[in-house]
């Protein structure tokens, strides 16, 4: 039982360029979320899913895109890299929704640099 | 708009002293409330939570935290802390029917031997 796993752990990539981030969880949930973590702010939610093909904006969308096709899987877009977007990224998942109280199970993070 | 306020970016204590990290929200109504922390490197784990009930919640690793409407704050303690217990903490709070949850910017904990 591995929880909730993310690919790659690191990157580093120059302005204007594309990468996806995975995130996998191996626990059912049905809501998965992607955060950045930028220091002195904490955690803002970018988009989350709340099943199966649907996601949902967060506080900071702009920038980022994402997938749910797969129930394991989310993913995060960044279509064209900016200094901006220089973060650790977390995943993370829970079985039903942040509105009915419930734990977050957390990835390890993925640090991204934007040169 | 929702916010979280955790107002000790940084707190140093010996260890086996006791521990207290303030957390504030404002809110209009009650919230659900939690505490995670984050070792270095690592994912966040969540300490305790609190929704409804008795405002004292117990938590793992031996954490505690308190509910106080009248102050909006929910802090957390430990009554004597451990080397191990050197890491980030986030107080987070959330709202009945509504998936944005909003994280406080984190307080570093450091334990002197």
């Known amino acids: 039982n591995a929880g909730v796993t993310q690919t790659p752990k690191f990157r580093v990539l120059k302005t204007g360029q594309s990468m996806t981030l995975l995130c996998a969880q191996d626990?059912?949930?049905?809501?998965m979320y992607w955060y950045r973590q930028d220091p002195g702010m904490g955690l803002r939610l970018i988009h989350y899913?709340?099943?199966?093909?649907?996601?949902a904006k967060g506080e900071v969308p702009d920038g980022y895109n994402v997938s749910r096709l797969k129930k394991q899987n989310f993913l995060l877009g960044l279509e064209s890299a900016a200094p901006s977007q220089t973060s650790v990224y977390f995943c993370?998942?829970?079985?039903?929704?942040?509105?009915?109280?419930?734990?977050?199970?957390f990835g390890p993070g993925t640090r991204l640099t934007v040169l | 708009a929702q916010s979280v306020t955790q107002p000790d970016i940084h707190i140093t204590v010996s260890e086996g002293a006791s521990l207290e990290l303030r957390c504030n929200y404002s809110?209009?109504?009650?919230?659900?409330l939690f505490w995670y922390v984050q070792s270095p490197g690592q994912g966040l784990q969540l300490l305790l939570k609190?929704?409804?009930?008795?405002?004292l919640v117990q938590g793992i690793k031996g954490f505690e935290a308190e509910f106080k409407r009248s102050q909006s704050s929910f802090n957390l303690r430990k009554p004597s802390v451990h080397w191990s217990d050197a890491a980030e903490y986030f107080c987070?709070?959330?709202?009945?029917?509504?998936?944005?949850?909003?994280f406080g910017a984190g307080t570093r904990l450091t334990v002197k031997p």
């Open positions: 993370a998942s829970s079985y039903l929704g942040l509105a009915r109280y419930n734990e977050q199970f």
């Open positions: 626990m059912n949930h049905e809501y």
């Open positions: 899913s709340v099943g199966e093909g649907t996601t």
């Open positions: 809110y209009g109504a009650t919230p659900y």
């Open positions: 609190y929704f409804s009930g008795d405002t």
């Open positions: 987070a709070v959330g709202l009945y029917n509504n998936n944005d949850m909003r």
